[in-house]
């Protein structure tokens, strides 16, 4: 039997399990096979070397380890309060291990006057300590246990489980009857060399101590080691999948830079690029000179500049010869878009149009002719933009804005529109924590602009109660008064639509109360309006001729009135970090100082406390989305679509960025040395990959 065959034996066949522990093992803890217990991994060890003594007690300590005897057995209490009471003693003193259930079978179990190991948590009661539902081990017993462990494993179990004997220690029973039956079949998958080389630990080895290790240091290097193997793996997958693409789809060459990006580069662009600005643009025009395909992710916080990047890009497309078009997740955002570019391009003659879901009749058909014969250079749009009746003459460039938005498969139909995809840029301004973006986008290249534009006032960002409201208005007042126009924004999210919506309503109608026209104009903006509505109020906004705006979350993205300087956010808390952040940069974007009020209630959880400090603490996206990695997860983070990427048997990207440097480092240094993977030792590499995707479970990646 291969190996693979053997770790894919149904569990019921171990040693001690049989059917119906089966059924639990797979209903309880997903454990369908030896390599589901395989890889069912201890949640921590206990230290068997270390004994505490009674003298040595405190509350503070957690669980302990003593080693005494038990010295008397009885009663306490009446009715429900009944309890089992033994004391239990050591050279230093005494303290009581207590039950309150099982109480007749631990009775008869327990031995008087024979030497215990006794595992749990002591609690301070009246005068001495005590210790409930302990774990109960007869040291002879315990040095038998998991051979020569001293650390020992602890799994998780659950109370169906626990009933079947299968608690942590009758897991660790399991695990350690499969690691005999299986260790020895468990081959090197890694090439020996490589294992030497980057010194990891033998595999079957790894498996072992990772369920019971001789020592801290043996459980460490078995962690590495399987946690590399994962990580490792999935860089090659990922880099393999991208040189296999730039191989397989070939790229129009953009060789040339023509007249449209010279004239607006030198006459038109009303400040000069960032440095950041300038290296990613030339990362860009390199992709875009070799033939193959570009596939890049541009990464750059709110108002960094990726606007003025795309249309660079865009030019260079039509110098030479080809189509762009630029794709944004709502209306509002293509259309802002639009106006954005136009104005950029002032008088050259760029022909440029808007197709969403509002676009008329005549105007759409209008578009279509023009895309058609190719008399159109760039077309800018929502979801609209991927419908079939939408063809290209000859489309060399799809720009896609704030990615998270869009499916992988809608990326896909952007593709399919010419016989030779075009180039793809993807702008996003939520930062994804390297880890996180090297793991998603591992397949795509990456720029990111890490520089804001010279003069930028860092926006202050402060923390209010609902109780300082006037206070906040007072503020809101001031600022209007120097000109500026300020934002409110309420959530809205889909379970409580009617609720928020009413929310809405009355916050709009209370800041209508409190800044009366004529004196202020205020608008309102939410998802549920009339497009030309929501339009008309943004273009009231947008030419300063209302003082504030009440909105949802719609304005969150890309939305830019520079004279805005005030963010001030409801419920606050309600927000998760990337999207505090979002907002946030819709202020900021002007010459004035800017500031962010996040308004919340009294009662915070401690992980909204968390958000709402780090919001106050920095500007940097990168910061907070590593604050937000910590708080919610990858697969958070990630979202439900993509979460299946980051389903890991071992590694933790929250926690394993180290290790998922190193293994990216060693996927890259191993492709420059063997592009096309000829080595015997690339090839070996390639067999393990393959033969682990065949059964790896929640690979499902595409892109
Ligand atoms: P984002 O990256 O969030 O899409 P934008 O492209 O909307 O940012 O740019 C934010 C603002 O900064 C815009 O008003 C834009 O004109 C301005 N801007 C962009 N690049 C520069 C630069 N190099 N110097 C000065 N202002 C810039
Ligand atoms: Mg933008």
């Known amino acids: 039997m291969s190996q693979q065959d053997i770790l894919q034996t149904p569990i019921e066949f171990l040693k001690g399990v049989g059917p119906a522990r089966a059924t639990l093992l797979k209903t309880e803890i997903n454990v369908h096979t030896f390599w589901d217990l395989l890889h069912y991994f201890p949640f921590r060890h206990i230290d068997r070397t270390r004994f505490y003594t009674t003298a040595e007690l405190n509350e503070n300590l957690g669980l302990v380890q003593l080693k005494g005897r038990i010295v008397h057995v009885g009663y306490a209490g009446d009715g429900r309060k009944r309890r089992l009471v033994a004391t239990f003693r050591d050279a230093h003193g005494s303290l009581e291990l207590i039950w309150f259930q099982a109480v007749k079978w631990v009775e008869s179990s327990l031995k008087l006057g024979e030497e215990y190991v006794v595992f749990g948590k002591p609690v301070f009661y009246r005068s001495g300590f005590s210790i409930a539902h302990p774990e109960l081990e007869l040291v002879a017993n315990a040095e038998k246990m998991g051979g020569q462990a001293v650390l020992q494993p602890v799994y998780n179990s659950t109370d169906k489980l626990k009933n079947r004997g299968l608690d942590a220690k009758g897991i660790a029973k399991l695990t350690f009857v ?22 990891l630990l033998p595999r079957a080895l790894a498996y072992r101590n990772i369920h019971f290790p001789r020592d801290q240091s043996a459980l460490d290097a078995a962690r590495y080691r399987l946690k590399f193997e994962e990580l490792f793996l999935l860089q090659f997958g990922l880099l393999w999948q991208k040189r296999a693409r730039s191989q397989k789809f070939r790229g129009q060459v953009f060789g040339k830079v023509g007249e449209n990006f010279m004239t607006f580069y030198e006459h ?24 193959a395909q570009m596939n890049r992710l541009l990464q750059g916080d709110v108002g960094s500049g990726k606007t003025v990047v795309a249309l660079l890009t865009m030019l260079l497309a039509i110098d030479n010869g080809f189509q762009a078009c630029l794709m944004a997740p709502t209306e509002i955002l293509a259309t802002q878009h639009f106006h954005t570019l136009r104005e950029l391009l002032g008088d050259m ?7 969403t879901g509002s676009t008329g009749t005549k105007d759409r058909r209008e578009i279509h002719e023009s895309l058609r014969s190719g008399e159109l250079h760039i077309l800018v749009g929502t979801h609209a933009l991927i419908e079939p009746d939408v063809v290209f003459q000859n489309l060399g460039l799809t720009i896609i ?32 924590p390297r880890t996180l973006a090297m793991t998603l986008y591992g397949d795509l290249d990456v720029s990111v602009i890490d520089e804001l534009p010279a003069g930028r006032k860092p926006i202050k960002t402060s923390h209010a109660r609902d109780a300082q409201r006037l206070k906040v208005f007072e503020f809101m007042r001031r600022e209007i008064q120097l000109g500026r126009q300020v934002y409110m924004v309420y959530p ?12 809405l309503h009355d916050g709009f109608e209370a800041i209508s109360r409190a800044f009366p026209i004529p004196h202020y104009q205020v608008s309102i903006v939410h998802g549920k309006m009339k497009s030309d509505a929501k339009e008309f109020e943004m273009q009231r906004f947008v ?12 304005i969150e993205v890309g939305v830019n009135v520079p004279n805005a300087s005030v963010m001030i956010i409801e419920n606050a808390e309600r927000f998760g970090l990337s999207q505090l952040h979002q907002l946030r940069g819709r202020v900021g974007r002007g ?6 009020i996040l308004m919340t209630s009294d009662k915070l ?23 937000d990695l910590q708080l919610r997860g990858p697969g958070d983070i990630a979202g439900t679509q993509q979460s299946g990427s980051i389903e890991f048997s071992i590694a933790d990207l929250t926690t394993d960025g180290e290790i998922l440097r190193e293994a990216r480092k060693v996927v890259e240094g191993l492709f420059a040395d063997d592009p096309d993977l000829t080595k015997p030792v690339s090839r070996q590499l390639v067999a393990v990959y393959n033969e682990q995707h065949k059964h790896r479970k929640h690979w499902s990646r595409i892109s």
């Open 178 to 199: 499969l690691l005999e039956q299986v260790q020895p079949q468990l081959i090197e998958t890694l090439p020996a060399g490589f294992i030497e080389q980057q010194r």
């Open 268 to 291: 038109k662009l009303p400040f000069t690029l960032t440095e950041a600005q300038k290296r990613v643009l030339k990362e860009i025009r390199a992709d875009l000179k070799t033939g």
């Open 349 to 355: 003659d760029v022909r440029i149009r808007l197709l």
């Open 401 to 432: 804005d704030e990615q998270h938005r869009f499916g992988v498969a809608q990326r896909a139909k952007l593709w399919a529109k010419n016989s030779i995809p075009p180039h793809v840029l993807v702008m996003t301004a939520t930062p994804i």
């Open 492 to 503: 809205m999210i889909e379970e409580s639509e009617k609720l928020d919506l009413k929310y």
């Open 543 to 554: 030419k300063g001729q209302t003082n504030i705006m009440v909105a949802t979350t719609v």
């Open 591 to 596: 010459a004035e100082q800017s500031y962010c």
């Open 605 to 627: 959880s401690n992980e909204a406390k968390v958000r709402i400090q780090t919001m106050c603490d920095t500007n940097d996206g990168f910061k907070i989305a590593e604050v």
